[in-house]
């Protein structure tokens, strides 16, 4: 991180409209305001809150796929964990050889995230798990990263700050909760009934995204590229 940021050409930075001085709180409001009135925030966000809490717990899941669906030691959850941030590393590259944010690649990177889900349910081998971890890794980088970006587009430069706080802080914030819902659900009917509920999850909110995304308003709904984006919103950076 610090060689990228050395690295990086000052006079190229673009200038950012701050907005007027405010107090913290009356900041938080404000962009918590602007969040309610953006119908393409208001929804990303949404869908991001229940896909974070629900989806996104392999710290609680992958452990138990190891050592309970598997009867593996700690050599298959290594290899596991590796495979899942292997895959999530394609899907970082993936996105950023894209170059744009749109809702249809959102979608369905929550889709593809969703049924690499409901695939893993029923495994019972090492190379099947190992496989579609690879593949559940790819769109879930491409998901997330979708949806910063494009929460970040989607407000004005001065308020960007804040609506990325807020994306931060629904992934962090959501871990706890979700943790307590995969673990509840893995008790009860094993890891199948955890990946089970969280595919399904998913693949409701892409379609749910289908019907209720915005089909005007935000730029990055329309696809434009990153360095297009920034350069028309006065000074709006990714």
């Keep these: 991180m610090i060689i990228a940021l050395l690295l990086m050409r000052v006079d190229e930075l673009l200038s950012q409209d701050r907005g007027p001085r405010t107090t913290m709180w009356t900041s938080v409001v404000e962009g918590l305001r602007f969040v309610r009135h953006t119908p393409a925030l208001r929804l990303a966000l949404g869908i991001f809150t229940i896909i974070a809490m629900v989806c996104i717990n392999f710290s609680v899941l992958l452990p138990l796929v190891a050592s309970v669906t598997l009867h593996a030691d700690a050599r298959v959850y290594g290899l596991i964990t590796a495979c899942f941030g292997a895959g999530a590393l394609v899907g970082a590259l993936i996105s950023a050889s894209i170059g744009r944010v749109s809702w249809p690649i959102l979608l369905a990177s929550a889709a593809g995230f969703g049924l690499g889900e409901l695939l893993l349910a029923p495994q019972r081998t090492v190379i099947s798990v190992v496989a579609l971890v ?90 434009e590229t990153l360095p297009e984006a920034m350069a028309s919103t006065n000074g709006r950076s990714a």
Excluded at 192 to 216: E, K, Q, S
């Design 134 to 223: 690879i593949a559940t890794g790819i769109c879930y980088t491409i998901y997330t990263s979708t949806t910063n970006a494009l929460v970040q587009l989607s407000a004005p430069s001065y308020l960007q700050g804040r609506v990325a706080g807020l994306y931060s802080y629904i992934f962090a914030g959501s871990s706890p909760f979700g943790a307590l819902i995969a673990g509840s659900l893995a008790a009860r009917g094993g890891t199948d009934l955890a990946f089970l509920v969280a595919g399904f999850t998913a693949l409701a909110c892409a379609a749910f995204g289908v019907i209720a995304r915005p089909r005007d308003g935000a730029r990055a709904d329309h696809g």
